[in-house]
């Protein structure tokens, strides 16, 4: 997997962690951390079935976007939940040895 991937989530969760302290106005990370973690847990399913969807009925392309925007939703999630993402692999690796 290339580094960029790493680089740009990592990048990310400091931005959604600066949203959460800052909470600025018009910024939908902001939204959903007013929305509470309940929500944003309904959000990460309704994105998890469109990614099924697009799986099953769109192009790489389609998949691709909606693979990120799950992938968006898991992370504030995470943060909303204080997991970092360490904990996340530490757990991948347990379940591979």
Do not use: C
């Amino acid at each position: 997997m290339n580094m960029d991937f790493f680089q740009v989530t990592d990048n990310l969760v400091k931005l959604i962690r600066d949203r959460k302290t800052k909470k600025p106005a018009g910024s939908y990370t902001t939204s959903l951390f007013r929305q509470g973690s309940s929500q944003v847990a309904k959000k990460v399913g309704e994105e998890a079935i469109e990614v099924v969807i697009a799986a099953q009925k769109s192009g790489k392309k389609q998949l691709t976007y909606e693979l990120a925007d799950l992938w968006y939703h898991l992370l504030v999630l995470l943060v909303i939940k204080n997991i970092n993402l360490d904990s996340i692999a530490r757990e991948l690796r347990s379940r591979y040895k």
